[in-house]
C-alpha cells in the first residue's frame, strides 16, 4: 500500500506500528477500509498528527 512509509513491530500493549500519509481523513478512512480487507486485524487504534515538528533520517555522524 503506497500510503504506507513505515511498519514497526512492538512490544507492549500494540504488536504493529504503521506510519501512513494521506492528504484528509476522508483518504484515511478509504485507506483504512482496504488495509482491514488485506489484514486480519482484531483491533486497530489510530492517531493524526496535528503539527510536524521534525522529521529527518539524518544521522550525527561528525564524530567520525
Keep these: ?3 504506507i512509509q ?3 513491530r512492538t512490544s507492549g500493549e500494540l504488536d504493529y506500528l504503521l506510519k501512513a500519509r494521506v492528504a484528509s481523513v ?3 478512512d ?5 488495509l482491514i480487507r488485506k489484514v486480519g ?3 486497530i487504534s489510530a492517531s493524526f ?3 510536524e ?4 533520517t539524518e544521522l550525527p555522524l561528525d564524530h567520525i
Design 1 to 3: 500500500m503506497p500510503e
Design 6 to 8: 513505515g511498519v514497526w
Design 26 to 28: 476522508r483518504e484515511y
Design 30 to 34: 478509504a485507506f483504512y477500509q482496504r
Design 41 to 43: 486485524v482484531a483491533d
Design 49 to 51: 498528527v496535528m503539527e
Design 53 to 56: 515538528i521534525k522529521d529527518t
